[in-house]
Protein backbone atom coordinates (compact mmCIF):
# COMPACT_ATOMS: atom_id res chain seq x y z
CA UNK A 1 0.00 0.00 0.00
CA UNK A 2 1.30 3.61 -1.24
CA UNK A 3 1.23 4.91 2.57
CA UNK A 4 0.54 9.25 2.65
CA UNK A 5 0.59 11.12 5.42
CA UNK A 6 -2.91 13.62 5.98
CA UNK A 7 -0.07 16.22 5.99
CA UNK A 8 1.27 15.54 2.66
CA UNK A 9 -1.72 15.63 0.91
CA UNK A 10 -3.32 18.75 -0.54
CA UNK A 11 -4.87 21.25 2.33
CA UNK A 12 -8.11 21.08 0.61
CA UNK A 13 -8.35 17.53 1.37
CA UNK A 14 -8.43 17.87 4.78
CA UNK A 15 -12.05 17.11 6.27
CA UNK A 16 -11.25 19.45 9.10
CA UNK A 17 -10.68 22.19 7.10
CA UNK A 18 -13.76 21.14 4.81
CA UNK A 19 -15.82 21.05 7.61
CA UNK A 20 -15.09 24.98 8.26
CA UNK A 21 -15.02 26.40 5.04
CA UNK A 22 -18.06 24.05 3.25
CA UNK A 23 -19.87 23.11 6.21
CA UNK A 24 -20.58 19.48 7.80
CA UNK A 25 -23.04 18.68 5.00
CA UNK A 26 -20.53 18.66 2.52
CA UNK A 27 -18.53 16.27 4.03
CA UNK A 28 -18.52 12.34 3.03
CA UNK A 29 -19.47 10.11 5.76
CA UNK A 30 -15.80 9.35 5.53
CA UNK A 31 -14.63 12.76 6.44
CA UNK A 32 -17.06 12.76 8.88
CA UNK A 33 -15.43 9.76 10.72
CA UNK A 34 -11.97 11.49 10.29
CA UNK A 35 -12.95 14.36 11.97
CA UNK A 36 -13.63 12.35 14.91
CA UNK A 37 -10.87 9.80 14.71
CA UNK A 38 -8.60 12.53 14.58
CA UNK A 39 -5.19 10.88 13.70
CA UNK A 40 -4.95 7.89 11.73
CA UNK A 41 -2.74 5.19 12.77
CA UNK A 42 0.22 3.13 11.43
CA UNK A 43 0.43 2.38 7.87
CA UNK A 44 -2.91 4.38 7.33
CA UNK A 45 -3.63 8.07 7.44
CA UNK A 46 -6.67 9.14 9.17
CA UNK A 47 -8.88 9.26 6.23
CA UNK A 48 -7.98 5.70 5.03
CA UNK A 49 -8.60 4.44 8.58
CA UNK A 50 -12.39 5.81 8.21
CA UNK A 51 -12.94 4.21 4.93
CA UNK A 52 -11.56 0.86 6.14
CA UNK A 53 -14.01 0.88 9.20
CA UNK A 54 -16.92 2.44 7.29
CA UNK A 55 -16.33 -0.18 4.83
CA UNK A 56 -15.21 -3.42 7.14
CA UNK A 57 -18.84 -2.47 8.96
CA UNK A 58 -21.06 -2.33 6.07
CA UNK A 59 -21.73 1.70 6.56
CA UNK A 60 -22.78 4.13 9.30
CA UNK A 61 -25.48 1.41 10.07
CA UNK A 62 -22.98 -1.52 10.74
CA UNK A 63 -20.71 1.06 12.92
CA UNK A 64 -23.74 1.96 14.97
CA UNK A 65 -24.75 -1.83 15.72
CA UNK A 66 -21.01 -2.79 16.93
CA UNK A 67 -20.80 -1.86 20.94
CA UNK A 68 -17.56 0.07 22.21
CA UNK A 69 -16.24 -2.89 23.26
CA UNK A 70 -16.23 -4.26 19.44
CA UNK A 71 -14.73 -0.56 17.68
CA UNK A 72 -12.18 -0.89 20.73
CA UNK A 73 -10.70 -3.69 19.44
CA UNK A 74 -10.74 -2.77 15.33
CA UNK A 75 -7.07 -1.93 14.16
CA UNK A 76 -5.90 1.10 14.72
CA UNK A 77 -8.95 2.55 17.29
CA UNK A 78 -8.37 1.55 20.78
CA UNK A 79 -10.78 2.67 23.68
CA UNK A 80 -10.80 6.47 22.90
CA UNK A 81 -11.35 6.30 19.43
CA UNK A 82 -14.21 3.61 19.95
CA UNK A 83 -15.98 6.13 22.51
CA UNK A 84 -16.06 9.25 20.58
CA UNK A 85 -17.35 7.29 17.91
CA UNK A 86 -19.61 5.27 19.98
CA UNK A 87 -20.83 8.65 21.81
CA UNK A 88 -21.40 10.60 18.77
CA UNK A 89 -24.01 8.37 17.08
CA UNK A 90 -25.80 8.47 20.86
CA UNK A 91 -26.16 12.08 20.06
CA UNK A 92 -27.17 11.68 16.55
CA UNK A 93 -29.96 9.33 18.18
CA UNK A 94 -30.98 11.48 20.87
CA UNK A 95 -31.22 13.98 18.63
CA UNK A 96 -33.90 12.71 16.35
CA UNK A 97 -35.81 11.02 19.02
CA UNK A 98 -35.94 14.02 21.60
CA UNK A 99 -36.36 17.19 19.34
CA UNK A 100 -39.99 17.52 18.66
CA UNK A 101 -39.59 18.74 15.00
CA UNK A 102 -37.44 16.30 13.73
CA UNK A 103 -39.08 13.27 15.53
CA UNK A 104 -40.11 10.63 13.42
CA UNK A 105 -44.35 10.13 12.72
CA UNK A 106 -45.77 6.78 12.45
CA UNK A 107 -48.78 6.09 10.22
CA UNK A 108 -48.74 3.30 9.08
CA UNK A 109 -46.63 -0.61 9.72
CA UNK A 110 -44.18 0.63 6.89
CA UNK A 111 -43.09 3.67 8.71
CA UNK A 112 -42.06 2.01 11.67
CA UNK A 113 -40.37 -1.04 9.36
CA UNK A 114 -38.37 2.39 8.09
CA UNK A 115 -37.29 3.51 11.40
CA UNK A 116 -35.23 0.04 12.01
CA UNK A 117 -35.26 -2.65 8.92
CA UNK A 118 -31.96 -1.67 8.40
CA UNK A 119 -30.64 -2.44 11.80
CA UNK A 120 -32.99 -5.00 12.86
CA UNK A 121 -33.31 -7.23 9.71
CA UNK A 122 -29.12 -8.37 10.23
CA UNK A 123 -29.72 -9.23 14.29
CA UNK A 124 -29.14 -12.77 14.53
CA UNK A 125 -31.06 -12.97 17.96
CA UNK A 126 -34.48 -11.93 18.65
CA UNK A 127 -34.66 -8.63 19.80
CA UNK A 128 -38.07 -7.15 21.22
CA UNK A 129 -38.43 -3.66 21.01
CA UNK A 130 -41.24 -0.97 22.30
CA UNK A 131 -41.70 2.12 20.13
CA UNK A 132 -43.27 4.92 22.29
CA UNK A 133 -45.79 7.18 20.53
CA UNK A 134 -47.52 10.62 21.79
CA UNK A 135 -51.12 11.49 20.71
CA UNK A 136 -50.12 12.60 17.09
CA UNK A 137 -47.71 9.79 16.81
CA UNK A 138 -44.47 11.15 17.24
CA UNK A 139 -41.85 8.84 18.37
CA UNK A 140 -40.86 9.61 21.84
CA UNK A 141 -38.52 7.02 21.89
CA UNK A 142 -37.69 3.35 21.01
CA UNK A 143 -36.78 1.20 23.87
CA UNK A 144 -34.71 -2.64 24.16
CA UNK A 145 -36.77 -4.91 26.10
CA UNK A 146 -35.09 -8.46 25.78
CA UNK A 147 -32.71 -10.56 23.77
CA UNK A 148 -33.33 -14.04 23.27
CA UNK A 149 -32.73 -16.79 21.28
CA UNK A 150 -32.42 -17.71 17.52
CA UNK A 151 -36.04 -18.21 17.74
CA UNK A 152 -37.58 -16.38 20.84
CA UNK A 153 -37.60 -13.89 23.08
CA UNK A 154 -38.75 -13.55 26.61
CA UNK A 155 -40.82 -10.42 27.27
CA UNK A 156 -42.29 -9.22 30.82
CA UNK A 157 -44.74 -6.82 30.21
CA UNK A 158 -44.00 -4.78 33.46
CA UNK A 159 -40.33 -4.04 31.66
CA UNK A 160 -42.48 -3.30 28.14
CA UNK A 161 -44.81 -0.18 29.97
CA UNK A 162 -42.48 1.00 32.25
CA UNK A 163 -40.56 3.33 29.99
CA UNK A 164 -43.56 4.41 27.97
CA UNK A 165 -45.13 5.11 31.69
CA UNK A 166 -41.89 7.39 32.19
CA UNK A 167 -42.15 9.03 28.76
CA UNK A 168 -46.11 9.20 29.49
CA UNK A 169 -46.59 7.96 26.27
CA UNK A 170 -49.97 7.62 24.48
CA UNK A 171 -49.54 4.51 23.00
CA UNK A 172 -47.09 1.85 21.68
CA UNK A 173 -46.23 0.08 19.13
CA UNK A 174 -44.62 -3.29 19.95
CA UNK A 175 -41.18 -4.53 17.74
CA UNK A 176 -39.15 -7.60 17.21
CA UNK A 177 -37.41 -9.32 14.28
CA UNK A 178 -37.05 -13.02 13.26
CA UNK A 179 -33.41 -13.78 12.33
CA UNK A 180 -34.53 -16.48 10.32
CA UNK A 181 -35.80 -13.71 7.83
CA UNK A 182 -39.36 -14.78 7.99
CA UNK A 183 -41.50 -12.43 9.44
CA UNK A 184 -44.41 -14.56 9.64
CA UNK A 185 -45.94 -14.84 13.82
CA UNK A 186 -45.44 -17.64 15.50
CA UNK A 187 -48.35 -18.66 17.66
CA UNK A 188 -46.05 -17.22 21.13
CA UNK A 189 -45.76 -13.95 19.23
CA UNK A 190 -49.71 -13.99 18.48
CA UNK A 191 -50.25 -15.06 22.38
CA UNK A 192 -47.55 -12.30 23.60
CA UNK A 193 -49.66 -9.49 21.54
CA UNK A 194 -53.25 -10.73 22.82
CA UNK A 195 -51.32 -10.71 26.51
CA UNK A 196 -50.01 -6.90 26.31
CA UNK A 197 -52.96 -5.36 24.22
CA UNK A 198 -54.58 -6.51 27.69
CA UNK A 199 -51.94 -5.16 29.98
CA UNK A 200 -52.24 -1.75 27.88
CA UNK A 201 -56.00 -1.15 28.04
CA UNK A 202 -55.72 -1.61 31.73
CA UNK A 203 -53.11 1.25 31.70
CA UNK A 204 -54.39 3.54 29.41
CA UNK A 205 -51.49 3.42 26.92
CA UNK A 206 -52.96 1.57 23.63
CA UNK A 207 -50.73 -0.84 21.76
CA UNK A 208 -51.43 0.13 18.15
CA UNK A 209 -49.47 -2.67 16.32
CA UNK A 210 -46.52 -5.33 16.58
CA UNK A 211 -44.49 -5.16 13.51
CA UNK A 212 -42.41 -8.58 12.89
CA UNK A 213 -39.13 -7.52 11.20
CA UNK A 214 -37.69 -10.04 8.77
CA UNK A 215 -35.09 -10.03 5.84
CA UNK A 216 -36.25 -6.63 4.03
CA UNK A 217 -39.69 -7.67 5.05
CA UNK A 218 -42.48 -7.39 7.77
CA UNK A 219 -45.78 -7.97 9.24
CA UNK A 220 -47.91 -5.90 10.73
CA UNK A 221 -50.17 -7.97 13.00
CA UNK A 222 -52.78 -5.44 13.44
CA UNK A 223 -52.98 -5.89 9.36
CA UNK A 224 -53.41 -9.71 10.12
CA UNK A 225 -56.35 -8.81 12.19
CA UNK A 226 -55.09 -9.68 15.36
CA UNK A 227 -55.13 -6.61 16.65
Known amino acids: MDYRRLKDLPEE ?12 EALSNREILAVLLRTGCKGENVLDLAERLLTESGGLAGLGRQTVHDLARQHGLGQAKASVIKAAL ?32 YLDR ?13 VLGITPISVGSLNSSLVHPRECFKEAIRRN ?3 IILLHNHPSGDPTPSQEDVEVTRRL ?5 LLGIE ?21
Open 126 to 138: EHFRVVSLTTKNH
Open 207 to 227: VLDHVIIGDNRYISLKERGIL
Open 90 to 121: ELGRRCVTTDPLTRPVVNSPQDVAHLVMEEMR
Open 13 to 24: MFPRERLFRLGP
Open 169 to 171: SNA
Open 197 to 201: AEGGS
